[in-house]
């Protein structure tokens, strides 16, 4: 079966027009979810996707920002209705660092009432993960390791797909040049680019630790990725956002550059 990314959103951490950047990981008929976003709207896509959430058991959340934790707890009483009512089996693993480990478990008791929170306390599973530590999820080994962000810790990962090509996925932090040994010669990386370098006056991408799309191709430029997604942006151009993106990546950047749009399916050659 081709591996397939699933965008449920590709924004940055206040889009209004977009969903915060999230994604999903098809193996076979699982899949594996990739941080969830800030609010409700993700089970909204889930459901234009047409993808049960008795098909997710396993969710990894990189680091403790609102636009990707607070989507959980919209999932979790969503998943704890289903339990309920005999429409959600198994356990639901969380993988994450103990910071976001620290905060879904300070969180969650005081948001439902008594009877969700016990059965949120019975089928939920908060896995802390340590730098460089490598898990078997939905058949496929990953490793996740920090990123040496700058504000609050943030892990990404990397795992080998079935055709034997490796995914890199970084956070949504510019991407830290400790980390270039790492992620040279990869087939696929995952790296956030907040705007067009052009508009970087009106978005400010530097003061909060993001990229420009020059600044993330430029950075590459030398590494030899194959592919490059980008996400995590600004949302005033969803209409050309693709084309324009993609025509500024290439001045800067050799290889495939992939522009997602939410609800897009990057299908893994």
Not at 22 to 45: K, R
Not at 142 to 152: P, R
Not at 155 to 168: A, C, M, P, S
Not at 248 to 258: P, R, S, T
Request: proline content about 2%.
């Amino acid at each position: 079966m081709m591996q397939k990314i699933i965008m449920l959103g590709t924004g940055h951490g206040f889009v209004y027009n977009c969903y915060n950047t999230c994604f999903l990981l098809q193996n076979d008929d699982e899949y594996f979810l990739i941080d969830t976003g800030g609010s409700a709207h993700i089970v909204q896509n889930l459901e234009k996707l047409n993808i049960n959430l008795n098909k997710i058991h396993n969710i990894f959340i990189s680091h403790s920002h609102t636009d990707h934790i607070l989507g959980l707890f919209w999932l979790l009483k969503r998943i704890t209705g289903m339990v309920l009512s005999g429409k959600y089996d198994e356990k639901l693993n969380i993988y994450c660092n103990d910071e976001v480990a620290n905060a879904i478990k300070n969180i969650y008791p005081n948001l439902f009432p008594d009877v969700y929170v016990e059965e949120i306390d019975r089928y939920l599973k908060v896995i802390v993960l340590q730098n460089n530590e490598t898990k078997k999820i939905t058949n496929r080994k990953y490793t996740f390791f920090d990123v040496m962000a700058s504000k609050n810790k943030l892990y990404g990962f990397e795992t080998i797909l079935d055709n034997n090509k490796k995914l890199v996925f970084l956070g949504d932090e510019t991407c830290n040049p400790l980390l270039y040994d790492r992620i040279k010669n990869s087939d696929y990386v995952m790296h956030e680019a907040f705007c067009l370098d052009s508009e970087q006056d009106i978005f400010k991408p530097y003061e909060k630790k993001h990229s420009t799309v020059k600044s993330v191709c430029e950075n590459f430029a030398n590494l030899n990725i194959k592919n490059l997604i980008l996400y995590h942006t600004e949302d005033t151009h969803l209409v050309n956002r693709k084309e324009l993106y993609t025509k500024e990546a290439q001045k800067y950047f050799n290889g495939n550059v992939i522009v997602p749009n939410d609800l897009e399916i990057i299908e893994i050659n």
